[in-house]
């Protein structure tokens, strides 16, 4: 059973800058896909940024392209997520999602972190 735990969220003006880090154990991250996931207040949970258990594949959400990028550390069994220029829309729970069972993660079979909370201000 793996273990995701997430750091790095906080209080941050528009245009600043945040790094997420979701420390896994219990499963290499080398060996699943893995993404991160946000949920805003009053509104469903949405996807951010993913990565493919293997192979070059990385995606994002429109919202975030050329803001945002998603890493993975396999030495330190941790994935990131660099949010540069940040904008008020972005306020969320940010969460970490690991799937050993598909190449790219999928909601349904996912194990899922507790999140953190990220609030941008004006």
């Known amino acids: 059973q793996v273990q995701l735990v997430e750091f790095g969220g906080g209080l941050v003006q528009a245009g600043g800058s945040l790094r997420l880090s979701c420390v896994a154990s219990g499963r290499p991250v080398s060996s699943c896909s893995m993404a991160w996931f946000r949920q805003a207040p009053g509104k469903e949970r949405e996807f951010v940024a993913a990565?493919?258990?293997?192979?070059?594949?990385?995606y994002y959400a429109d919202s975030v392209k050329g803001r945002f990028t998603i890493s993975r550390d396999n030495a330190k069994n941790t994935v990131y997520l660099q949010m540069n220029n940040l904008k008020l829309e972005d306020t969320a729970v940010y969460y970490c999602a690991s799937d050993a069972i598909h190449t790219i993660v999928m909601e349904s079979t996912a194990d899922w972190g507790q999140g953190t909370q990220v609030t941008v201000s004006s």
């Open positions: 990565l493919r258990s293997s192979g070059p594949g990385i």
